[in-house]
């Protein structure tokens, strides 16, 4: 495979950063009281807007009934809000809260303070790897579709 080393190397980089802001998201979640479901969650709506309870299923790679859980936790706190679609009575539209969309950027400020402190990466290398990382995403099935 060409570059098989060198793409070995990116790949295994990419997984320990991965893998430390992840971290860093659980203990960001954690510290408002959230699990990391509950916060994986409480993200995806406050970035794509309301969404049927089954595609963010879906999109968190989960059976329908653990979403139903992680919503009713998320609905008695007050972050989302759960709503019968326009259109389909039968569907479960949700919705994010101003409370939740509060949380939800507070715990994103977090982990991207925590990425920076480590990163160090000036303006010009921060815009390249952007650029890199749209390329790699662009051939990648992932949330922002």
Not at 9 to 22: A, K
Not at 38 to 63: E, F, I, N, Y
Request: proline share 1%.
């Amino acid at each position: 495979m060409p570059g098989g080393d060198v793409t070995a190397e990116v790949v295994e980089h990419l997984f320990t950063v991965v893998e430390q802001l992840r971290d860093w998201f659980d203990r960001a979640a954690a510290a408002e009281d959230l699990s990391a479901g509950q916060a994986k969650a409480l993200r995806h709506l406050s970035v794509t807007g309301p969404v049927a309870m089954r595609d963010l299923a879906s999109r968190m790679h989960c059976d329908a009934s653990n979403i139903t859980g992680i919503v009713d936790r998320l609905e008695q706190r007050g972050l989302v809000v759960r709503r019968v679609a326009d259109g389909d009575r039968r569907v479960k539209s949700l919705s994010v809260t101003a409370a939740g969309q509060r949380v939800a950027e507070q715990l994103w400020r977090e982990v991207c303070e925590q990425a920076a402190a480590v990163l160090e990466m000036s303006d010009e290398e921060s815009s390249a790897f952007i650029v890199l990382l749209r390329r790699a995403g662009t051939k990648c099935t992932g949330w922002r579709e």
